[in-house]
């Protein structure tokens, strides 16, 4: 079955990017789906990030829009993060999800385990 | 921006009824999607269009959508059923929005 897991730094110093990165097993990324990035600081809710398709069409939240790139590299079977600019405000677990997409509905299924990520000094 | 409402908090007794609410505009034109999330763990999927169970999902949970309100119901609610409980759905203004709703603490006890 197809498996996710998030890869990168656990701590990032404010004013820099975050990167990281999904590694997908059991499936190929460039046979289909969306593939997306959610986000839960501590304590709260979650957040949609953004998504990617395996051509590389992205959708970004438009309150994170200006900061978030998403890529996919298919050779690897990975896609990526950037949030550039971070403050503590973006302190969170972060998730990779395949964007599971039919007709024009979409839900995450399934997810990866999570990789928390601080921003601080 | 679009959003999803949902009550912070829910509490049944075991063996109990669970409904859980969540409400949106949107809801209406797009589905409902159900997760629960236990404490340190990732969501897991549980009702998807509305009403339809995911594989190895019990049958004690059931979903429903009528107007702009969607419900997630837990008959005979047990204690490994106690978690956070998100609602899911997409804007339906064409712009691929992803939107979660605010979370609701189910307790068992």
């Known amino acids: 079955q197809v498996q996710l897991q998030e890869s990168g730094p656990g701590l990032v110093k404010p004013s820099e990017t975050l990167s990281l990165t999904c590694t997908v097993s059991?499936?190929?990324?460039?046979?289909?789906?969306?593939w997306g990035w959610i986000r839960q600081p501590p304590g709260k809710g979650l957040e949609w990030i953004g998504s990617i398709y395996h051509s590389g069409s992205t959708y970004y939240n438009p309150s994170l829009k200006s900061r978030v790139t998403i890529s996919v590299d298919t050779s690897k079977n990975q896609f990526s993060l950037k949030l550039s600019s971070v403050t503590a405000a973006d302190t969170a677990v972060y998730y990779c999800?395949?964007?599971?997409?039919?007709?024009?509905?979409?839900?995450?299924?399934?997810w990866g385990q999570g990789t928390l990520v601080t921003v601080s000094s | 921006s679009y959003e999803l409402t949902q009550p912070p908090s829910v509490s049944v007794s075991p063996g109990q009824t669970a409904r859980i609410t969540c409400s949106g505009d949107?809801?209406?034109?797009?589905?409902a999607y159900w997760y629960q999330q236990k404490s340190g763990q990732a969501p897991v999927l549980v009702i998807y269009e509305d009403s339809k169970r995911p594989s190895g999902i019990p049958e004690r949970f059931s979903g429903s959508s009528s107007g702009t309100m969607a419900t997630l119901t837990i008959s005979g609610a047990q204690v490994e059923d106690e978690a956070d409980y998100y609602c899911y759905s997409t804007d339906s203004s064409g712009n691929h929005r992803r939107v979660f709703g605010g979370g609701t603490k189910l307790t068992v006890l």
């Open positions: 949107a809801l209406p034109k797009k589905y």
């Open positions: 059991g499936y190929s990324i460039s046979s289909g789906y969306y």
């Open positions: 999800a395949r964007d599971y997409h039919y007709s024009d509905e979409n839900w995450f299924d399934p």
